[in-house]
C-alpha cells in the first residue's frame, strides 16, 4: 500500500486510492520520470551524467577525434601537433600500401557521424547552418589526407633526380643560390623580428603596422610553404612551432579582409595540404570565420575591413566602395575552406559574389575597380589590371583550372573579360611594347603599374584553354606583355622595375616622377617568367630571372635582410627599411620555380593563390564530385 489507511477513507481500487486521485498520482510520477530523463538526456554538457548511465560509445572505424586548437587547449603531454592527419609519405615518395585502398575511397572529404549534440550540429553546419560559436575549440570534421594525396598526378616536390651525377650543373648552382638568400632572409626575420609580421633590415627590428587586425607572424605564415618547398626543414619546424604556440586568433583590431585571406588563410591552407598538420587546417578554418562578417551586406558584396572586436563590417567613409580585387579574390581559398571544414557557408558567399557580378551591366564588358557594397552599382568607371583590379582576372582563370575544369561560369567570364581588355585596354608602342593602359571612362592612361606584370603569366596559363583559333595568339600576347615588363627592368640603373611605367613623350616603360620610381621587392615580373618557362621553356626566361637575382643580391641585400629600394633610377638607391613578407611568400619561391623542374608543385596538381600560396586542383574521384558541379 502506498498510502495508510484513515478514518472514513473508503477504497475506491486495490491500491487505496480514489479513481481522481490515483490519476493526480499517476500524472505526477510520469512528470518526474520525464524531469529525470530530461536533465539526463536533453541538458547540454550532462556528459558526466550520461556516463552512469549510458556504456561507453565505441569509437567507429575510420572515425578521427578532432583536436582543440593548439595554444587554446589544456597541456598536452605527448609531443605530435593536434589531431595528426595520417602519415604523409616523404616528399617525392608515394606509399604503395596504401594507395589501392586510398582510390576506392569517394572524396576528399570525410564526415563524423554525429553522435552527440555538437556533432550533430556540426553536420546541420554543413547544410549552411553558420558556423560554430566562438567558444567552440574544435573543428569536428575529418579530412582524408592520404586520399587527397593519392590523387595528386606528381610528388608535391617533382621527381627526385641524382644530383650527384650533376654536381656542378649550372642550373642546381642557380636554384642554390635562390635558397640560400631564402635561408638568409628567414633567418634576419628570425634573429631580429620573430612573430612580428614583418622585419625592418636596417633597424634591425619588427614592424606590425594596421594592416591585420592584431594578428600577428605574417612572415611567419607567408614562409611556411616557401621553407618546406627548398627544403629547409629546421627553418619550417621553427615556423610550425611559432603557429602552434604563439599564432593567436583572439585580436580585436579592425583588418584587411584581402590581406587576412590571402596571406593568413592562403599560407595556412597551402601548409596543411603541402604536410597534413592539422594545426593549419583547424587555424585556417577559425580564421576564415572571423572573416564571415564582412559579408554582412545588402549585396552580399563584402566590405574591405572587418572589425575583429565587433565581428562587424566596417566604414572608411559614408559612400565606401568595396575594391574589385580584394572581394574578387576570396574564391580559392574560400572553397578549400568548405572543403577542410564541411562548412558550406564559405562557398555560398564567394558564389554569391559571383552572382552579383553576372547580373550588373558592365561597360564594353569591362569591370570597374570599385563597387557598392550596399546598391551592387559600380561607384567609378575606372578599369585596370594592375592595382585595385588584377587578380580578380586571375583568379577567375585559376577557378577554371582548380575546379579540374569543370567551373564553366569562371571560364565564360574570364574569357570574356580578356577580350573586352584586348578591345579596350591593349596597346602596342611605337617602340613595338605590349602593354595593358588604365581605362577612366573611356579615357586612357598610357601607363602599367608593376602590378600588372602579372597577367603576362596569367594569359599564358589560360591560353589551352581558349578557342582553339585564340591560343597561339594569346600565347603570343603573353610573351609580348611579359617583354615589356622586363624593358622596364632592364630600362633602370639598378635592373630593378619601378612601381609604375609609362608609354608618352618618347619614353616607354619607364616612370615619369619620383614617387612611381620605387621597388619593394615585387614578384609580378619573376610570376612571368616562370609561367612562360614552364609553358616555352625558352632560355630567355631564366636568363631574365637570374638578372633578377643578381639586381637583388646587388641593391637590396642588407646585413640584416633584403630591403626594398626607393629609386631604381639611382645606381647607389636607398633602402626603405622592409623585407615584406611576400617576398619570402612570392619572388624567391617563384624564382625557386623557374630554377626547378616543371613538376615540382606542378601545375597539374596546384595553383597558386595572388600570394603565391600552392592550393591543390580538385581532381574528381570516381563519385564525379568536382566544385563546378555542386
Not at 89 to 115: H, I, Q, V
Not at 151 to 165: F, I, M
Not at 333 to 350: A, I, R
Not at 487 to 498: C, F, I
Request: hydrophobic share 35%.
Amino acid at each position: 500500500m502506498l498510502m495508510r489507511k484513515v478514518p472514513g477513507f473508503v477504497p475506491a481500487s486495490p491500491w487505496g486510492l480514489r479513481l481522481p486521485q490515483k490519476f493526480l498520482f499517476l500524472l505526477f510520477l510520469s512528470g518526474l520520470v520525464t524531469l529525470c530523463f530530461g536533465a539526463l538526456f536533453l541538458l547540454p554538457h550532462s556528459s558526466r551524467l550520461k556516463r552512469l548511465f549510458l556504456t561507453p560509445r565505441t569509437q567507429q572505424p575510420g572515425v578521427e577525434v578532432v583536436a582543440e586548437i593548439a595554444g587554446h587547449s589544456p597541456a598536452r603531454e605527448q609531443e605530435p601537433p593536434p589531431n595528426p592527419a595520417p602519415a604523409a609519405p616523404a616528399p617525392g615518395e608515394d606509399d604503395p600500401s596504401s594507395r589501392a585502398n586510398l582510390r576506392r575511397r569517394k572524396g576528399w572529404l570525410r564526415r563524423t557521424r554525429p553522435t552527440g549534440p555538437r556533432e550533430e550540429a556540426t553536420a546541420a553546419r554543413g547544410n549552411g547552418i553558420p558556423a560554430q560559436r566562438p567558444g567552440d575549440e574544435s573543428v569536428p570534421f575529418s579530412f582524408d589526407f592520404n586520399a587527397f594525396r593519392s590523387r595528386l598526378r606528381h610528388p608535391v616536390l617533382g621527381t627526385r633526380t641524382d644530383e650527384s651525377k650533376e654536381p656542378q650543373s649550372r642550373v642546381r648552382a642557380q636554384r642554390e643560390k635562390i635558397k640560400e638568400m631564402m635561408q638568409f632572409a628567414w633567418q634576419s626575420y628570425r634573429r631580429y623580428a620573430m612573430g612580428k609580421n614583418e622585419l625592418r633590415p636596417l633597424t634591425k627590428d619588427g614592424y606590425e603596422g594596421t594592416m591585420f587586425g592584431g594578428l600577428s607572424g605574417a612572415t611567419v605564415i607567408d614562409s611556411l610553404d616557401t621553407l618546406y618547398l627548398m627544403e629547409l626543414k629546421e627553418e619550417f619546424q621553427e615556423a610550425k612551432a611559432w603557429v602552434e604556440e604563439s599564432f593567436h586568433l583572439n585580436v580585436s583590431g579592425e583588418a584587411s579582409l584581402f590581406e587576412v585571406n590571402i596571406r593568413y588563410i592562403g599560407g595556412l591552407l597551402s601548409a596543411f595540404y603541402l604536410t597534413g598538420e592539422e594545426v593549419f587546417r583547424i587555424k585556417a578554418i577559425k580564421l576564415g570565420e572571423k572573416l564571415l562578417p564582412a559579408f554582412n551586406t545588402p549585396t552580399g558584396i563584402p566590405k574591405g575591413v572587418v572589425s575583429f572586436k565587433s565581428g562587424s563590417w566596417g566604414w572608411a567613409t559614408a559612400g565606401s566602395s568595396s575594391i574589385l580585387a580584394e572581394f574578387g579574390s576570396l574564391h580559392l581559398e574560400f572553397l578549400h575552406l568548405t572543403e577542410l571544414s564541411g562548412n558550406h557557408v564559405f562557398t555560398e558567399k564567394v558564389r554569391n559574389i559571383r552572382k552579383v557580378l553576372r547580373k550588373i551591366d558592365k561597360p564594353f564588358g569591362l569591370y570597374p575597380n570599385f563597387l557598392s557594397p550596399v546598391s551592387g552599382n559600380w561607384v567609378q568607371h575606372h578599369v585596370s589590371v594592375g592595382g585595385l583590379g588584377d587578380s580578380f582576372y586571375e583568379y577567375l582563370i585559376k577557378s577554371w583550372l582548380m575546379s579540374a575544369k569543370t567551373d564553366l561560369e569562371a571560364k565564360n567570364m574570364y574569357y570574356e573579360a580578356l577580350e573586352a581588355i584586348e578591345t579596350y585596354l591593349l596597346n602596342v608602342s611605337p617602340g613595338g611594347l605590349t602593354y595593358i593602359a588604365e581605362w577612366r571612362g573611356g579615357i586612357l592612361d598610357h601607363k602599367m603599374g608593376h602590378l600588372a606584370c602579372f597577367s603576362g603569366g596569367m594569359i599564358a596559363l589560360g591560353a589551352e584553354d581558349a578557342k582553339e583559333e585564340k591560343r597561339a595568339h594569346y600565347r603570343e600576347l603573353a610573351a609580348q606583355i611579359t617583354k615589356t615588363c622586363h624593358e622596364s627592368y632592364a630600362r633602370s640603373d639598378t635592373k630593378l622595375g619601378p612601381e609604375a611605367f609609362w608609354f608618352n613623350s618618347g619614353r616607354e616603360a619607364v616612370a615619369t616622377q619620383l614617387s612611381e620610381s620605387y621597388y619593394i621587392l615585387r614578384p609580378e615580373v619573376v610570376e612571368s617568367y616562370m609561367y612562360l618557362w614552364r609553358q616555352t621553356h625558352d632560355p630567355i626566361y631564366r636568363d631574365w630571372g637570374w638578372e633578377v637575382v643578381m639586381a637583388l643580391e646587388k641593391h637590396c641585400r642588407t646585413e640584416a635582410g633584403f630591403s626594398g629600394i626607393q629609386d631604381v633610377y639611382s645606381s647607389t638607391p636607398n633602402h626603405d627599411n622592409k623585407q615584406q613578407s611576400f617576398f619570402l611568400a612570392e619572388t624567391l619561391k617563384y624564382l625557386y620555380l623557374l630554377f626547378s623542374e616543371d613538376d615540382v608543385l606542378s601545375l597539374e596538381d596546384w595553383v597558386f593563390n595572388t600570394e603565391a600560396h600552392p592550393l591543390p586542383v580538385n581532381h574528381s574521384d570516381s563519385s564525379g564530385r568536382a566544385w563546378g558541379r555542386h
